[in-house]
């Protein structure tokens, strides 16, 4: 059964940090976090190639937000600094099998149940 476990998320004031984890049932070429804010469009966040370890970030998060992956518990994770209320969403892993250089606009096959991250000013 395919499976994404996502863990992390949670209400914070401005300038803090969240860790977001995500952790998958089968193998994948890379993994991405993506989020959507009420009323908005859903977004990329960041990205990572599973084998490589060659990332992506959106400018937005760029120098505030990390993304990594442990090979021991084949786990991805979101460090989230900084935090700013615009930063607020319901936040998703995605896996794709895809062999792509752009992890933007690759297409994601499957989808966590996003978990809600909240800033407050």
């Known amino acids: 059964q395919v499976q994404l476990v996502e863990s992390g998320g949670g209400s914070v004031q401005t300038g803090d940090s969240l860790r977001l984890s995500c952790t998958a049932s089968f193998g994948y070429f890379a993994m991405g976090w993506f989020r959507q804010a009420p009323g908005k469009e859903r977004e990329f966040v960041a990205a990572?190639?599973?084998?490589?370890?060659?990332?992506d970030y959106a400018d937005s998060v760029k120098g505030r937000f990390i993304i990594s992956r442990d090979t021991y518990t084949d786990t991805i994770s979101l460090q989230m600094n900084n935090l700013k209320p615009e930063d607020t969403a319901v936040y998703y892993c995605?896996?794709?099998?895809?062999?792509?250089?752009?992890?933007?606009?690759?297409?994601?096959?499957?989808w966590g149940q996003g978990t809600q991250v909240t800033v407050s000013s």
């Open positions: 990572i190639v599973w084998r490589t370890g060659v990332k």
């Open positions: 995605a896996t794709t099998l895809t062999s792509s250089r752009n992890l933007r606009i690759v297409r994601y096959d499957y």
